[in-house]
């Protein structure tokens, strides 16, 4: 898929350092509990961490009690891209930044009680947060 960000990996990695590189452009996750995007509350915009690209409002948050933050629907369809990912021996569903191509997590069909049954893991890595 052609991104409209595109960067080699060297600039990758010199721009996002090695732990949201191996996040946002080898698809690691990071320690649950660990993230410093879990608890936050404040009203703002999620965005990616590689390319500043809007992705989730604070109002789709909400605590699915996973350890990772998680939200029931990105802030426009076509801001995520979703892909099938059969690692670690299990059928998933990863979450990609669509301008960038950047790994976010994977979105689960367990969101029990959200209007649309979803639940978005993303690793507080890839994120930034933008307060209201």
């Known amino acids: 898929m ?6 080699s990996e060297q600039e990758w990695r010199e721009e996002l350092g090695d732990d949201k590189f191996a996040i946002l452009r080898e698809a690691s996750t990071e320690r649950p509990w660990t993230g410093e995007l879990l608890d936050e509350q404040r009203a703002g915009t999620y965005t990616c961490a590689a390319c500043n690209a809007e992705l989730f409002i604070s109002g789709t948050k909400f605590d699915s009690g996973c350890g990772w933050p ?13 892909i ?3 690692t670690l021996g299990m059928t998933r569903t990863e979450v990609r930044c669509a301008n960038c191509g950047s790994h976010l997590g994977h979105v689960f069909p367990d969101g029990f ?6 639940r978005y893991c993303m690793n507080s890595l890839s994120l930034n947060f933008e307060e209201k």
């Open 84 to 86: 099938e990912d059969n």
């Open 2 to 7: 052609t991104y409209n960000v595109n960067k």
């Open 113 to 118: 009680g959200t209007p649309t049954g979803d």
């Open 70 to 82: 998680s939200f029931y629907e990105s802030v426009r369809p076509e801001a995520v891209e979703l």
